[in-house]
Every structure is written in structure tokens, then in C-alpha cells.
């Protein structure tokens, strides 16, 4: 089944760190961008972070420059998201995304929870 | 990365057409042919149903297009249907590989 799990999420003091996981399974997550989003419960939708084929370009939402950073290792078929410096406002659902074409996200996992509160 | 204005709700009766806009700028709508819509329902992720301002993906029903006219991209459900109630989303590149969405507009099937 093709399909995206996130995992990773929890309850985090603001200025801590987490590292979050997405599994790809039934694709070959090489021939993919990856990208996260994340929404806050009730809100809407927020780009976070984008990542090419191999790794070598990233960018990120300017909420989250150089506080979060992605990665992904194709070979273990996982994308991963450190978030370091969290803060209040980072509090919020996060969601990996497959990328078809410039920004089309035709799969998405159900999403990790993560709380930063003190 | 200021998010795209959409309305807050729309609504219409079974059958009838609804269509909601997402007003952007000459650095992300305006500027470019990403444009992508999603469905929302509640407690689920997002499903995209147009990329490339008026693609499809298969499965996707026929009664979802979309469009762009300068700086506003639109979303319009035709025969609206009960099911079709949901949040939707729009999103757009906005240049040096970032990307921007819209605020959501939640449709309402009365």
C-alpha cells in the first residue's frame, strides 16, 4: 500500500528539540520532493519545509529558518523534520507530503501532534 | 510568505455551483502555473484535487475545476453534492522553492 506515517510528535518545554519521522511505503521515495506542513488545531494550513530528490536543496518557511531542519535518507525510505528552539506557536499538527510536481501533494501521511507548552 | 486571502465560508443547495477565489500576488499566483487546491475533512489530511491551476488527479470527480486570472486562482464545484462539505485549501509557489497557502475556506452543502 502506498502510503506516508508519521511519527516522532509529543509534548516539548518551549526551547527543546524533536526530531520527527515519516515512513514512505509502496513508493520509491527517491523519485519524490518531500515536503511537511503543518496546521494548527482548528487553523489552517502553513508550508514548512521542502526537500529535493537527494538532499541537496532544502528551504523552509520563514517562521521556522534556521530553528528546523530537513533531511531524508531514501535508502531507509524516511523524511525527517528537527525542530530545535520550539517555541509556543510551533504547537501544531505536522503533516509530510509527497510531491508530484512543483508543489503538488499527491500523498499525505495522518499527521504527528506536536505540543510545546510548559 | 503572506498566505493567500480566501473567503472564510461559502455554502449553496445540492446541485448548484459554488466557486471560491484565492487572491494572491504577482510573486506567487500571479507569477507562476503552481497553483494546487485540497479538501479537507475533518480529522483527516488534506486530498489534493487540482495542481497546475486546472489539473485533476485521477479519481478526482469532474465537477472540480479550476482556474487563474492574474493574481486570483478559483476553485468552482459544479452539482454540488452533501459530500462536498469540507474544508479547501489553496496553494501556490512563491518563488526560490518556498511556497504559500491559502487561509481555507470552509464549504457548507445547506
Known amino acids: 500500500e502506498v502510503q506516508l506515517e508519521e511519527s516522532g510528535g509529543g509534548l516539548v518545554q518551549p526551547g527543546g528539540s524533536l526530531r520527527l519521522s515519516c515512513a514512505a511505503s509502496?513508493?520509491?521515495?527517491?523519485?519524490?520532493?518531500m515536503f511537511w506542513v503543518r496546521q494548527v488545531p482548528g487553523k489552517g494550513l502553513e508550508w514548512v519545509s521542502r526537500i529535493d530528490h537527494y538532499g541537496s536543496s532544502t528551504t523552509y518557511a520563514d517562521s521556522v529558518r534556521g530553528r528546523f531542519t530537513i533531511s531524508r535518507d531514501n535508502a531507509k525510505k524516511t523524511v525527517f523534520l528537527q525542530m530545535s528552539s520550539l517555541r509556543v506557536e510551533d504547537t501544531a499538527v505536522y503533516y509530510c507530503?509527497?510531491?508530484?510536481?512543483?508543489?503538488?501533494?499527491?500523498?499525505w501521511g495522518h499527521g504527528t501532534l506536536v505540543i510545546v507548552s510548559s | 510568505q503572506s498566505a493567500l486571502t480566501q473567503p472564510r465560508s461559502v455554502s449553496g443547495s445540492p446541485g448548484q455551483s459554488v466557486t471560491i477565489s484565492c487572491t494572491g500576488s504577482s510573486s506567487d499566483i500571479g507569477g507562476y502555473k503552481f497553483v494546487s487546491w485540497y479538501q479537507q475533512r475533518p480529522g483527516k489530511a488534506p486530498k489534493l484535487i487540482i495542481y497546475h491551476v486546472t489539473e485533476r488527479p485521477s479519481g478526482v470527480p469532474g465537477r472540480f475545476s479550476g482556474s487563474k486570472s492574474d493574481n486570483t486562482a478559483s476553485l468552482t464545484v459544479s452539482g454540488l453534492q452533501a459530500e462536498d462539505e469540507a474544508d479547501y485549501y489553496c496553494c501556490a509557489y512563491a518563488g526560490d522553492f518556498t511556497w504559500v497557502f491559502g487561509g481555507g475556506t470552509k464549504l457548507t452543502v445547506l
Open positions: 509502496g513508493f520509491t521515495l527517491g523519485d519524490h520532493w
Open positions: 507530503a509527497r510531491d508530484i510536481n512543483w508543489g503538488s501533494l499527491d500523498l
